[in-house]
């Protein structure tokens, strides 16, 4: 847990957790707030290790990048 005067912002876009419908998560197991970030930013990120390809109407494919901590 952080102490209340820990202030703890998301990794990917910096802001500050005041969202408590978008509240920052620990999502890795790096240590203390260095893996803290919005749930809306790691949903980002995750679609970012993806790639999408269209073969036909029918067949589509989806090719992930393994997801580690930068």
């Not at 809306?40 to 090719?63: G, M, P």
Request: charged share 30%; hydrophobic share 20%.
């Amino acid at each position: 847990r952080h102490s209340n005067q820990e202030r703890r912002s998301c990794r990917i876009c910096l802001d500050e957790e005041n969202n408590t419908e978008d509240p920052l998560v620990n999502s890795c197991e790096c240590k203390g707030a260095a893996g803290d970030m919005h749930i809306s930013c790691l949903r980002e990120w995750l679609n970012q290790k993806r790639k999408v390809s269209s073969l036909s109407d029918y067949q589509t494919n989806y090719i992930y990048k393994k997801a580690t901590c930068e």
